[in-house]
């Protein structure tokens, strides 16, 4: 076996040693299915902003985008333009109240939260909430999964020369490791190491760029002469020219499409406190602003140096390794694993944790004792897990399209549900049922029957519409929640329920008070 | 509504697909993270705020 880059493969082994470490000890910090699930709700902002930035932002970013700007110009800063403010609308909108009302309800994970907010048991779509929510989260989250792990064994083998299968197993190995031995916690910490490192990659290579390239004039005229239409809106070749239904639907994805990803919205549940969602609103925007556009240029950067590329996805790697410092283009690379992994990591515990505490422990085993829970918590991530990696190991898989079908999918299926649970009383289960099932399935089969060319709407424009329309019309049909499910709304908007709570206990003169308090603390919690 | 406002930020760039400005190009497109740090600072000095007083009326016990 000839590696054809040594400095990347030693800069890799280094990274993937340190992601074990990390793992080993988060492990140590492990009572709980809490701890395991969402962190022991202890997450700072600095944790919380970063995991969302690089959970969220795959091997997509450092592969399938600048490929994306490789081939149509400037219209690829549309899906950019969005994703830049996706974890502010996601943080803003979603994130303090979602975090506040999931510890009042203890959730241990989204699909919880939505079983517990819309729980009545008059109803009996309320009964299903968890087992359908479960099972889009369960199987669209791991079909995400299965893109990352192939997309991993695609970079060990183009960058560093590394067999597939062996890119696959070491990684995929790896990331099962550390997640099962140590929870969000260890995916939270990878993460942040792995955006750090991917935010310093994308601005190295920004800052080279310019420079080759004569500045911002200098790419400016080269790609005009080169094709004038690189820089219209509509697509290179104005291919997309008219398509609004389009153009919304590449901006909207990532924009708002956050706030319905299970993996994602875990962050937000497992926040120390609201002031760390505040914190993260600031911290997050200028990461993902600076990361997702230094990714287009680059795109735009290799139309002008690297013109004859037989891949365009290989637009960043390659650049890397022709105008970068060989050991710097190592730890680039493992920019571009770490890209990877860090959403693969959150996909892999979330997919479990959804299975074991939303459909196992609800409806086959509801007396499980958590030290079980945890266990089979590990289990399932490892079961999981090695389930993608054996599927990935089939050769010819293809990658972004099932990222972008599994991330619009799950978006659409729970984004309403979510803002509903925070926002809107007059939601009730069947209608939250409807918009679920709905909204995955639009998403899910637009393309496929053929109705993506026929309306020229993106399919996550077609599966909002349809998840939202279903939500509002169904739960105005159907009778609405007890009042006290309804004044769950009201209770997500105060912030520091907890800090009052235990100041009533603590402050309390007379040991007759003290004791109400402690009881109202025990019904509230 | 949404369509709109999408037309308007278009027409700035398309007046004339057969005549292409790069500048008005990137000013299309460079707007957007401008436009997403400076709602950040502000919605975090407004939740910050916000939270603050909260948090004054939990201490002073109101």
């Given at each position: 076996?000839?590696?054809?880059?040594?400095?990347?493969?030693?800069?890799?082994?280094?990274?993937?040693?340190?992601?074990?470490?990390?793992?080993?000890?988060?492990?140590?910090?492990?009572?709980?299915?809490?701890?395991?699930?969402?962190?022991?709700?202890?997450?700072?902002?600095?944790?919380?902003?970063?995991?969302?930035?690089?959970?969220?932002?795959?091997?997509?970013?450092?592969?399938?985008?600048?490929?994306?700007?490789?081939?149509?110009?400037?219209?690829?800063?549309?899906?950019?333009?969005?994703?830049?403010?996706?974890?502010?609308?996601?943080?803003?909108?979603?994130?303090?109240?979602?975090?506040?009302?999931?510890?009042?309800?203890?959730?241990?994970?989204?699909?919880?939260?939505?079983?517990?907010?819309?729980?009545?048991?008059?109803?009996?779509?309320?009964?299903?909430?968890?087992?359908?929510?479960?099972?889009?989260?369960?199987?669209?989250?791991?079909?995400?999964?299965?893109?990352?792990?192939?997309?991993?064994?695609?970079?060990?083998?183009?960058?560093?020369?590394?067999?597939?299968?062996?890119?696959?197993?070491?990684?995929?190995?790896?990331?099962?490791?550390?997640?099962?031995?140590?929870?969000?916690?260890?995916?939270?910490?990878?993460?942040?190491?792995?955006?750090?490192?991917?935010?310093?990659?994308?601005?190295?290579?920004?800052?080279?760029?310019?420079?080759?390239?004569?500045?911002?004039?200098?790419?400016?005229?080269?790609?005009?002469?080169?094709?004038?239409?690189?820089?219209?809106?509509?697509?290179?070749?104005?291919?997309?020219?008219?398509?609004?239904?389009?153009?919304?639907?590449?901006?909207?994805?990532?924009?708002?499409?956050?706030?319905?990803?299970?993996?994602?919205?875990?962050?937000?549940?497992?926040?120390?406190?609201?002031?760390?969602?505040?914190?993260?609103?600031?911290?997050?925007?200028?990461?993902?602003?600076?990361?997702?556009?230094?990714?287009?240029?680059?795109?735009?950067?290799?139309?002008?140096?690297?013109?004859?590329l037989s891949d365009p996805e290989l637009t960043a790697p390659t650049f890397f390794y022709e105008f970068v410092n060989p050991w710097i283009a190592g730890a680039l690379?493992?920019?571009?694993?770490?890209?990877?992994?860090?959403?693969?990591?959150?996909?892999?515990?979330?997919?479990?944790?959804?299975?074991?505490?939303?459909?196992?422990?609800?409806?086959?085993?509801?007396?499980?004792?958590?030290?079980?829970?945890?266990?089979?918590?590990?289990?399932?991530?490892?079961?999981?897990?090695?389930?993608?990696?054996?599927?990935?190991?089939?050769?010819?898989?293809?990658?972004?399209?099932?990222?972008?079908?599994?991330?619009?999918?799950?978006?659409?299926?729970?984004?309403?549900?979510?803002?509903?649970?925070?926002?809107?009383?007059?939601?009730?289960?069947?209608?939250?049922?409807?918009?679920?099932?709905?909204?995955?399935?639009?998403?899910?089969?637009?393309?496929?029957?053929?109705?993506?060319?026929?309306?020229?709407?993106?399919?996550?424009?077609?599966?909002?519409?349809?998840?939202?329309?279903?939500?509002?019309?169904?739960?105005?049909?159907?009778?609405?929640?007890?009042?006290?499910?309804?004044?769950?709304?009201?209770?997500?908007?105060?912030?520091?329920?907890?800090?009052?709570?235990?100041?009533?206990?603590?402050?309390?003169?007379?040991?007759?008070?003290?004791?109400?308090?402690?009881?109202?603390?025990?019904?509230?919690? | 509504?949404?369509?709109?406002?999408?037309?308007?930020?278009?027409?700035?760039?398309?007046?004339?697909?057969?005549?292409?400005?790069?500048?008005?190009?990137?000013?299309?497109?460079?707007?957007?993270?401008?436009?997403?740090?400076?709602?950040?600072?502000?919605?975090?000095?407004?939740?910050?705020?916000?939270?603050?007083?909260?948090?004054?009326?939990?201490?002073?016990?109101?």
């Open positions: 076996m000839a590696i054809e880059h040594p400095e990347a493969l030693a800069a890799w082994v280094l990274y993937l040693i340190a992601m074990v470490i990390i793992g080993y000890w988060a492990a140590k910090q492990m009572k709980t299915t809490e701890d395991y699930t969402v962190a022991g709700r202890k997450a700072n902002a600095f944790l919380v902003a970063l995991s969302h930035g690089a959970g969220a932002m795959s091997g997509f970013m450092f592969l399938g985008l600048p490929g994306y700007a490789y081939t149509q110009g400037l219209y690829a800063f549309w899906y950019e333009a969005g994703d830049a403010g996706g974890g502010y609308v996601n943080f803003t909108l979603l994130g303090r109240r979602l975090r506040t009302l999931a510890a009042y309800l203890k959730a241990i994970s989204p699909i919880d939260f939505l079983a517990k907010r819309y729980n009545d048991p008059s109803s009996t779509a309320s009964k299903y909430i968890p087992l359908v929510g479960g099972l889009i989260g369960a199987i669209f989250m791991w079909q995400y999964l299965l893109a990352q792990v192939v997309a991993a064994g695609k970079v060990a083998q183009v960058l560093m020369g590394i067999p597939y299968t062996y890119g696959v197993l070491v990684g995929g190995i790896i990331v099962l490791i550390y997640v099962a031995a140590g929870g969000l916690l260890a995916c939270m910490l990878t993460d942040a190491i792995q955006g750090s490192i991917m935010f310093l990659g994308a601005v190295i290579g920004l800052i080279v760029g310019f420079d080759l390239v004569g500045g911002f004039s200098g790419l400016t005229n080269s790609l005009m002469s080169i094709d004038p239409t690189i820089f219209s809106p509509w697509g290179t070749g104005l291919q997309f020219q008219g398509q609004y239904g389009e153009i919304i639907g590449a901006l909207l994805i990532y924009m708002i499409g956050y706030m319905g990803l299970p993996h994602i919205v875990a962050f937000h549940m497992s926040a120390r406190s609201v002031r760390e969602i505040t914190k993260s609103i600031l911290i997050n925007p200028i990461w993902a602003s600076v990361f997702a556009y230094a990714c287009v240029f680059i795109g735009l950067f290799g139309v002008i140096l690297l013109p004859s690379i493992a920019a571009v694993y770490a890209a990877i992994m860090s959403t693969a990591d959150t996909l892999s515990l979330n997919s479990a944790s959804t299975l074991v505490n939303d459909v196992y422990a609800k409806y086959i085993n509801p007396s499980v004792d958590d030290k079980k829970r945890l266990l089979y918590n590990r289990i399932a991530t490892l079961s999981l897990g090695g389930l993608a990696l054996l599927v990935a190991l089939i050769p010819g898989l293809s990658v972004f399209f099932v990222v972008v079908s599994a991330f619009g999918t799950l978006a659409s299926a729970f984004m309403f549900p979510n803002l509903a649970a925070v926002y809107w009383k007059r939601a009730t289960p069947a209608g939250v049922l409807a918009s679920m099932i709905g909204g995955a399935f639009t998403n899910a089969f637009w393309e496929i029957l053929g109705l993506r060319a026929f309306t020229h709407l993106h399919p996550f424009f077609a599966g909002i519409i349809v998840s939202g329309t279903l939500l509002v019309i169904v739960s105005l049909l159907t009778k609405p929640m007890p009042e006290d499910k309804q004044k769950l709304v009201d209770i997500s908007k105060d912030y520091f329920f907890e800090l009052r709570l235990d100041k009533i206990v603590t402050k309390s003169s007379s040991s007759e008070t003290k004791i109400i308090a402690k009881n109202l603390s025990a019904i509230l919690s | 509504m949404f369509g709109w406002i999408i037309r308007c930020i278009l027409g700035m760039a398309t007046a004339d697909v057969n005549n292409i400005n790069p500048t008005k190009s990137w000013a299309l497109f460079l707007f957007w993270p401008a436009m997403w740090i400076i709602l950040a600072v502000v919605t975090y000095l407004y939740f910050t705020n916000q939270e603050k007083k909260m948090l004054k009326a939990i201490k002073g016990g109101k």
